[in-house]
Structure formats: C-alpha cells, structure tokens
Nanobody, 130 residues
C-alpha cells in the first residue's frame, strides 16, 4: 500500500522560509513523477511544483513561485522536498504531495492538471501572516 506523508508546514511571517518534506513508501520512488500541490479555502487545487522521475531532472513551477521555491528529490531516501523562501500571504494553503508512475506526458501538463496523480498525502498546512 502506498503512503505519502508530508511534514514541515507551519505558521510563519511574510518573507520567511519553510521546508516541506514528503516521505513515500510502498512504491518504487524512482519510477514516479512527484509533485507538490496546494489548495486554499474556496479555491481549486493548484500544481505548485513537480519533478520528473529518476534519470530525468525536469521540473515545473507555477509562475507565482518561480525564483522562490525549489523542488528536489532524494531517491535513496524516498523523499521529496520543497524549499519555500520569501513566503507571502498568498502562499497560505494546505500543501499536498502527489505521485504518479512515469507516463508519456510532459511534467508541466501533469502538474497543471494534477488529474493523473494516483497517490496523495494527507497534507500539511502552511500559513503566512502579513
């Protein structure tokens, strides 16, 4: 059974940083595209950043986080990380980790739609105060 467990959320002030982690089990981590998604109250889920599977370091970032967030993965530790710098109140949301087995699609399309992601974590809350 696949499990994705997120950690690292919290309450910070604008301009501060957080580092989110997602630890996966029950899957061949290196064979999966991984991503971070977020959903704020009353808004649709948004693909924040995604990373292709092992051997292909292609990444995608939604425009609002480019230059501030960095996604990375450690295949030896089955861990996905999102370093978030320069946080803004608009970044406030529940952040979810998602996984999808490598398929023939661009990482951008997968991340923008999110519909192909088969596995999801329970989420970690990020709240940024002004």
């Amino acid at each position: 059974q696949v499990h994705l467990v997120e950690s690292g959320g919290g309450l910070v002030q604008a301009g501060e940083s957080l580092r989110l982690s997602c630890t996966a089990s029950g899957l061949t981590f290196g064979d999966h595209y991984m991503g971070w998604f977020r959903q704020a109250p009353g808004k649709e889920r948004e693909g924040v950043s995604c990373m292709a599977s092992d051997g292909d370091g292609t990444t995608y970032y939604t425009d609002s986080v480019k230059g501030r967030f960095t996604i990375s993965r450690d295949n030896a530790k089955n861990t996905l990380t999102l370093q978030m710098n320069g946080l803004q109140p608009s970044d406030t949301a529940m952040y979810y980790c998602g996984a999808v087995r490598r398929i023939r699609s661009s990482i951008e399309h997968l991340c923008r739609t999110g519909v192909y992601f088969a596995y999801w974590g329970q989420g970690t809350q990020v709240t940024v105060s002004s």
